[in-house]
């Protein structure tokens, strides 16, 4: 989705229908920041808001999302389009999320290791190098549950027995033993345990 476009489909529409950006905000109750942002191409429209937008502006969502004007007969070519790159653009957001948690907790590791090492050779034995030991084991454990929290937001867990995708709880997740992102999950379709290995697309 080209969101210059869009943008300037949106403040087109807008003074079409001769309102300013402080009155659509109005409307939508948002601010007018927001809608220039939409304008400049900076942000997209909240899904939550999109429906009474296009209805303000007399337009369809697929026109908003295409940033044009679309004749019928051009409808269902504009439609498959749309969904391809709503998938693509999902897709590119899973990929930037996934690598984000792999950073996460090669960096928590290092930090970790490094701690551990000072606490060990650097701070005297005794009561404050295992509060330094305690403490950095805490610290460490902060972002290993964000890591989870990131790695279950995208894709699903595919079942090892039927091959049924699960997209647990955060919490289902984070009590299931695991082998690096492969973890060992109920499977509501067999209603079996098994090993599933973590997949992207959903």
Aim: net charge positive; charged share 20%.
């Amino acid at each position: 989705m080209d969101q210059i476009k869009i943008g300037k489909f949106i403040a087109e529409n807008r003074k079409k229908a001769n309102l300013t950006q402080m009155q659509l905000a109005e409307k939508l109750g948002i601010t007018d920041k927001a809608i220039s942002k939409w304008e400049r191409g900076v942000a997209m429209p909240d899904t939550s808001i999109m429906l009474e937008l296009c209805d303000i502006l007399c337009i369809s969502v697929n026109e908003l999302l295409s940033g044009e004007k679309i004749s019928m007969e051009n409808n269902n070519q504009i439609n498959e389009q749309l969904m391809l790159d709503m998938a693509k653009e999902i897709e590119k957001k899973n990929k930037t999320i996934w690598s984000s948690m792999w950073a996460i907790m090669i960096v928590s590791i290092t930090a970790l290791f490094a701690g551990l090492f000072i606490a060990a050779f650097l701070i005297p034995e005794g009561v404050w190098q295992l509060v330094a030991i305690f403490g950095i084991c805490i610290v460490f454990l902060i972002p290993c549950f964000y890591a989870v929290k990131l790695e279950v937001s995208v894709g699903a867990y595919k079942c090892k027995n039927c091959g049924h995708e699960i997209v647990p709880s955060y919490t289902q997740a984070l009590n299931a033993m695991h082998r690096g992102t492969t973890r060992y999950l109920k499977c509501p379709n067999c209603n079996k345990r098994t090993w599933c290995k973590k997949v992207l697309k959903k």
